[in-house]
């Protein structure tokens, strides 16, 4: 029974993660195929000629759609057009304040040039000797890097997320000089947020001086090791 119970552990941690990645991904393509479908003429369809449905058609057909428009907005014509639709929704009271903040959010976060959520940092919170992992964002601008003394001790936005879901959390401004920048990478910090600290990733620093630990004693061993051999 427990050659069984260790076989169906195993198959378990080979299996689960394969099916629940795939589980994903196929109700994401539903879900933007649901969406994209409808809107598809119906003789560009395939679905209309075939005898099944054609999964993730719809999705094929929106990331063409998207890098097209991305295409002519980086022209004059498409600059104009995106300028005169930006200037409609400025007119609009409730429509505007969310498209500007989601506009202002994505470039934030999409821009190459940004560093915004590329580092992991540990801070002491709630409490001093409690520390909790966060994505940092970038320094405090405006009203909030002046109240907070931001020239001498800038203050850097954090996002403190909560354990197992990493979409939800807190927005902290702490003092540079108490968050301590870590190496691992921002996917390693939502496995270990997801996991809730099960899934720890590798420490390279301690990786690489083990390394040079055991390379620094080969030479010593080695001569051990001809010391130990017989004179011919």
């Known amino acids: 029974m427990t050659r069984l119970r260790n076989y169906f552990l195993t198959g378990f941690i080979v299996t689960a993660p394969l099916a629940i990645t795939a589980y994903l991904a196929w109700s994401f393509v539903g879900w933007v195929d649901s969406w ?27 990331l063409v759609l998207i890098t097209l428009i991305g295409f ?11 300028s005169y ?13 969310i498209y500007r903040a989601l506009k202002q959010i994505l470039e934030t ?4 040039r ?9 801070i002491e919170y709630p409490r001093r000797g409690l520390w909790a992992l966060v994505f940092i964002a970038t320094e405090a601008r405006g009203e909030v890097r002046h109240v907070t003394n931001g020239d001498d001790n800038p203050a850097i936005a954090v996002f403190l997320p909560t354990t197992p879901n990493p979409t939800s959390g807190y927005l902290l401004y702490v003092p540079k000089e108490e968050i301590i920048e870590l190496e691992m990478s921002i996917e ?23 390394a040079e630990e055991a390379l620094a004693a080969q030479p010593a061993r080695n001569s051990r090791t001809a010391s130990s051999l017989p004179n011919m």
């Open 36 to 62: 994209v479908k409808p809107y598809i003429p119906a003789r560009y369809n395939p679905d209309n000629y075939l005898p099944f449905a054609v999964p993730g058609f719809g999705l094929i057909v929106a």
């Open 72 to 82: 002519l907005t980086a022209n004059i014509i498409g600059r104009t057009i995106i």
């Open 85 to 97: 639709g930006e200037y409609l929704l400025g007119r609009m009271p409730l429509v505007r304040s």
């Open 109 to 112: 976060v999409l821009a190459e």
């Open 114 to 122: 940004s560093d915004t959520f590329k580092k992991v940092g540990l």
């Open 188 to 210: 390693d910090a939502a496995k270990l947020v997801v996991s809730a600290g099960l899934v720890t990733p590798e420490y390279k620093a301690a990786t690489q001086a083990l």
